[in-house]
């Protein structure tokens, strides 16, 4: 099968060997991909990861032993508990310590014609929702995440900076909850897909920065953006950190501690409730779709998902 493999490099190989499912997986035709950056990032050494990469589609199952499943339009969960611990017993496999994560850690992405996962991470796809628009469940997962960790009163305001795909999703998320919503960010023509279903957006050079939000989420992956976003968190505030930040400089943490802000880690999230709002036209995530490539030109759609004018780069398979 046709795959894409990070080992020492990003190739397309075109006789990959197919997946085998083991006992109680399905094994799935991929019709869908999303490039996400934690993609790339792994493609600079992030988690040591090699092999198939991807870990954002829909699919067809093809077998499963739960016969109901068999020709279904489907996506899955990518963390893989051991269904054994006390994470797995309360539904949170991402935090499992013997889990594989797809494409990430440990088990065979994707990006390829082909994926196995098991049944019980698949969830079917409900008819109103297109593969190009359920792609992005796993994303919108993560965003909703944030309203699982932390409880934001609807008077109160929210403040993320970042205007990439996770900013922008996460302010679409929030703001379909009735939540008061501002995205910040640096490119006019991103922010614009977030205002034009109802979200205030600002550019960052025409914010002033100020104690003046109950919670913050930082979505720009810098150190800077951390910066601000504590300059912006008010005395016993939220800041809750939506990308993962490798600090390649000092910075002060003392304003944390003297304005007693609450600094909440969040990562991966529910596919159903995510699901739901797809289905419920709540959100349009279709004008993110920046490119859509066959599987024949992926390496030509990571290229293009490195470019600042990129929002989310899809890929085909046939």
Same mark, same amino acid.
């Given at each position: 099968?046709?795959?894409?493999?990070?080992?020492?490099?990003?190739?397309?190989?075109?006789?990959?060997?197919?997946?085998?499912?083991?006992?109680?997986?399905?094994?799935?035709?991929?019709?869908?991909?999303?490039?996400?950056?934690?993609?790339?990032? $792994?493609?600079?050494?992030?988690?040591?990861?090699?092999?198939?990469?991807?870990?954002?589609?829909?699919?067809?199952?093809?077998?499963?032993?739960?016969?109901?499943?068999?020709?279904?339009?489907?996506?899955?969960?990518?963390?893989?508990?051991?269904?054994?611990?006390?994470?797995?017993?309360?539904?949170? /496999?991402?935090?499992?310590?013997?889990?594989?994560?797809?494409?990430?850690?440990?088990?065979?992405?994707? @990006?390829?014609?082909?994926?196995?996962?098991?049944e019980?991470?698949?969830?079917?796809?409900p008819?109103n929702?297109?593969?190009? /628009?359920?792609? @992005?469940?796993?994303?919108?997962?993560?965003?909703?995440?944030?309203? /699982?960790?932390?409880?934001?009163?609807?008077?109160?305001?929210?403040?993320?900076?970042?205007?990439?795909?996770?900013g922008?999703?996460?302010?679409?998320?929030?703001?379909?909850?009735?939540?008061?919503?501002?995205?910040?960010?640096?490119?006019?023509?991103? +922010?614009?897909?977030?205002?034009?279903?109802?979200?205030?957006?600002?550019?960052?050079n025409?914010?002033?920065?100020e104690?003046?939000?109950?919670?913050?989420?930082?979505?720009?992956?810098?150190?800077?953006?951390?910066?601000?976003?504590?300059?912006?968190?008010?005395?016993?505030?939220?800041?809750? +950190?939506?990308?993962?930040?490798?600090?390649?400089?000092? @910075?002060?943490?003392?304003?944390?501690?003297?304005?007693?802000?609450?600094?909440?880690?969040?990562?991966?999230?529910?596919?159903?409730?995510?699901?739901?709002?797809?289905?419920?036209?709540?959100?349009?995530?279709?004008?993110?779709?920046?490119?859509?490539?066959? $599987?024949?030109?992926?390496?030509?759609?990571?290229?293009?998902?490195?470019?600042k004018?990129?929002?989310?780069?899809?890929?085909?398979?046939?």
């Amino acid at each position: 099968m046709k795959a894409v493999v990070f080992d020492e490099g990003l190739k397309l190989e075109n006789n990959y060997p197919l997946p085998v499912p083991q006992k109680g997986e399905a094994l799935i035709k991929v019709t869908t991909i999303g490039i996400c950056n934690t993609d790339y990032e $792994i493609t600079k050494g992030y988690m040591g990861y090699k092999g198939v990469l991807g870990h954002e589609f829909t699919g067809i199952v093809e077998q499963a032993d739960n016969k109901e499943l068999i020709g279904k339009r489907v996506v899955g969960e990518i963390n893989c508990g051991c269904g054994e611990c006390e994470w797995c017993a309360q539904g949170l /496999e991402r935090h499992c310590f013997n889990r594989s994560t797809l494409g990430i850690w440990q088990r065979e992405g994707c @990006f390829a014609e082909y994926v196995a996962l098991p049944e019980k991470n698949l969830l079917v796809i409900p008819d109103n929702v297109t593969d190009n /628009e359920a792609v @992005f469940v796993e994303p919108l997962a993560a965003a909703l995440e944030i309203l /699982e960790q932390i409880h934001i009163p609807p008077y109160k305001k929210v403040i993320i900076l970042g205007d990439g795909k996770l900013g922008i999703i996460t302010a679409l998320a929030l703001n379909a909850c009735n939540l008061d919503v501002t995205l910040v960010g640096k490119h006019e023509e991103k +922010l614009a897909l977030a205002k034009a279903q109802g979200v205030k957006t600002k550019l960052l050079n025409e914010l002033k920065v100020e104690k003046a939000y109950d919670f913050v989420v930082e979505a720009t992956g810098s150190i800077s953006g951390f910066e601000t976003s504590v300059a912006l968190t008010k005395p016993r505030g939220i800041l809750v +950190l939506k990308s993962t930040i490798a600090a390649s400089k000092e @910075f002060n943490l003392a304003p944390v501690v003297v304005d007693e802000i609450t600094i909440v880690g969040s990562r991966c999230g529910q596919f159903a409730p995510a699901m739901r709002i797809l289905a419920s036209k709540r959100i349009d995530v279709n004008p993110l779709v920046s490119d859509i490539y066959p $599987i024949e030109k992926s390496i030509e759609a990571f290229e293009r998902n490195k470019e600042k004018t990129s929002v989310k780069v899809l890929v085909k398979v046939d």
